[in-house]
């Protein structure tokens, strides 16, 4: 089987109807599907895995470990505008109008295969008359679990995404306790030190050492 590089026009030879392949010409990874044929990328990671889990610490209040995932999305080019359709099934809440941003490289690492064929992403989009490109992008995601909520942190943005409505203020609720402490601590400052100078000083000192402990606990 021939395919053609969409990246530099050199005509390649296969002999296999389904696989991803590199132009031996310009080093582009493709895939492709019978007689359609795409680029393969991927967005640059720029978050740090200890980054991300402390996202989701402020998310969620709890300490979760990540692992790193690269989802795979159909980026297809028309006549006007560009559409992205993500190539794996999920229950992601806001996946199929997410758009992968970030620096773009080449793909050299092994991915898995998108769920979707390129035909049947061609017939979700419902333009595959006016279809220019194809190609395939595979976005950074650090994945965490906890019990039946799934977290996907963008490894490029830090966006996150659930399979769940999550409430940010779940993790604002961990830290009552040190606003309650060191209201009181101020409050017994003001009673007991004579000088209006001395209680200034002192709260200061106390709350700075109070809210010093405190970051370095959720880092922990």
Known sequence: MEIRCPQCDAVINTG????????????????YEKDKVLTKESIKTTLEARVAERLLFERTGKKLKVELEYFPFYRIQTDGKTIFLPGKKTDLIGINSYIPQGDRITLDIKVSMPDLTIDEALEAMGEEEGVKSIGLIYLPFFTAKDDDTVYYVDGARGNILSNRLTEKGESARNHYPFALLSFSII?????FFPTLSFKLISVVAITFLLWYYDREKQNA
């Open 16 to 31: 296999i109807e389904h696989k991803v392949v590199k132009c031996p010409y310009c080093s582009t990874n493709l895939y």
């Open 187 to 191: 409050m017994i400052v003001a009673l």
